[in-house]
């Protein structure tokens, strides 16, 4: 990524030939991404669990950039039954995908589990997407400079893997589990780009963070204690979506952005500011670890890569 000046949604180029994948583009961060996709001609496949927040988004961006190419698609990324549907809907609609952003994801809620009976924040949030991707990615690899975008956070640095307790059922802390999941979003990226490479595959898979950000994720978080804190004590301090936002579309669209790079805010504490790239925590970098999430994530989800065996 060029270094010279401070990266803005400016610096998009034209995207009118390019087909996107947004999770969780319904509002927060996913709206603004889609929305600056949309306004720099890009065709963006709005992957939402709440299809009627996703044809408002449709209509509040269309209404400043008339003619944008938006479509709705119901996905519930915590079932891995929908997130096969999903990815059979494009597949049958679309003979490619140009950029996958694995955006979506829940902060912070009381224990449950999902419809195959995984941590919700662990099954949206990392699953879901490890699933989303492998089923897309021939779609991927066939388009012209291909990326997959996933969104982490700052917390990955306190993340660890509960491979003891993967559900919580024996203890389960709303925030640890939000940053376990975090944690292996950036493990799944990291792992991903070096599997993308040894395979000799023309796609990137690029990490990003969006600093703290004023989105529904800390203010409507379901724990009262989370979303006080976020949501109200420190939301002086966030900045907003659309600037949040920029790391993961710098991610998507920069020439520079190469595979295995991770982008994150380049102010104080990575909390605000423009895009640049950032340090991985050298837990989620390591390739034991990688390796060991992605036979897991590979067992519970049931999904394999279509990947040349030298990238195993």
Aim: charged share 20%; with cysteine.
């Amino acid at each position: 990524m060029t270094q010279q000046r401070r990266w803005t949604a400016e610096r998009i180029a034209d995207q009118t030939t390019r087909v996107f994948v947004v999770t969780g583009a319904g509002s927060g961060l996913g709206l603004a991404t889609t929305r600056a996709l949309a306004e720099h001609g890009g065709h963006v496949i709005l992957a939402v669990r709440n299809e009627e927040k996703g044809r408002r988004a449709v209509e509040r961006i269309s209404a400043g950039t008339p003619g944008a190419r938006l479509e709705v698609r119901r996905l519930d990324l915590a079932d891995l039954d929908s997130v096969r549907a999903f990815a059979q809907g494009v597949r049958a609609d679309h003979p490619r995908v140009d950029v996958l952003v694995n955006n979506a994801g829940i902060m912070a809620p009381p224990r449950r589990l999902s419809a195959q009976g995984h941590e919700s924040q662990f099954a949206c949030n990392h699953l879901g997407h490890f699933a989303l991707t492998g089923l897309l990615m021939d779609l991927l690899a066939g388009a012209r400079d291909p990326r997959v975008v996933t969104v982490t956070s700052a917390n990955h640095r306190q993340g660890r893997l509960f491979l003891d307790d993967l559900t919580g059922e024996r203890h389960y802390s709303p925030m640890a589990f939000y940053n376990q999941s975090k944690f292996a979003n950036a493990v799944f990226g990291r792992e991903l780009h070096r599997r993308l490479a040894r395979a000799g595959s023309p796609v990137r898979s690029v990490l990003a963070h969006p600093g703290y950000s004023a989105t529904g994720l800390q203010t409507s978080a379901p724990v009262a204690a989370v979303r006080l804190l976020f949501g109200r004590l420190l939301l002086p301090l966030a900045q907003s979506a659309e600037r949040g936002a920029l790391p993961q579309l710098c991610a998507a669209t920069d020439p520079d952005a190469l595979s295995g790079d991770f982008m994150g805010p380049d102010g104080l504490g990575e909390l605000r500011g423009g895009p640049t790239r950032v340090r991985l925590s050298p837990a989620a970098d390591d390739e034991a670890t990688g390796r060991r999430l992605w036979d897991l994530s590979e067992r519970l989800t049931c999904v394999r890569y279509p990947l040349s065996s030298t990238a195993v």
